[in-house]
């Protein structure tokens, strides 16, 4: 089993930065990647920020030039740096590992609330 606990969520203003962690824990030994995804009232889940164990990266448009994600692999957490917040990136997000075996499979964070006011 794959524990993940985020934290860092919050209220902010709009142009304000917020940062996200997420920390795993358990069977991770086929760990590939860990990222962001986000779920605003009504919308569909959709991918934030992802980075493999190599390093590479990959955004969402809406948030390029705004957020960065990073990962501490010793310490087995991934990291969303958010700037420039906007209204329209208040959602729940949830912390996103993806491990490798005969196939792709996932473990989700409970999810922490982003709120960003006009």
């Known amino acids: 089993q794959v524990q993940l606990v985020e934290s860092g969520g919050g209220l902010v203003q709009a142009g304000g930065s917020l940062r996200l962690s997420c920390a795993a824990s358990?069977?991770?030994?086929?760990?590939?990647?860990m990222g962001w995804y986000r779920q605003a009232p009504g919308k569909q889940r959709e991918l934030v920020a992802i980075?493999?164990?190599?390093?590479?990266?990959n955004y969402a448009d809406s948030v390029k030039g705004r957020f960065t994600i990073s990962r501490d692999n010793a310490k087995n957490t991934v990291y969303l740096q958010m700037n420039s917040l906007k209204p329209e990136d208040t959602a729940v997000y949830y912390c996103?590992?993806?491990?490798?075996?005969?196939?792709?499979?996932?473990?989700w964070g409970q999810g922490t609330q982003v709120t960003v006011s006009s």
């Open positions: 996103n590992a993806r491990f490798m075996g005969t196939t792709y499979y996932n473990y």
């Open positions: 358990g069977s991770i030994f086929r760990l590939d990647a």
């Open positions: 980075m493999a164990n190599g390093g590479s990266t």
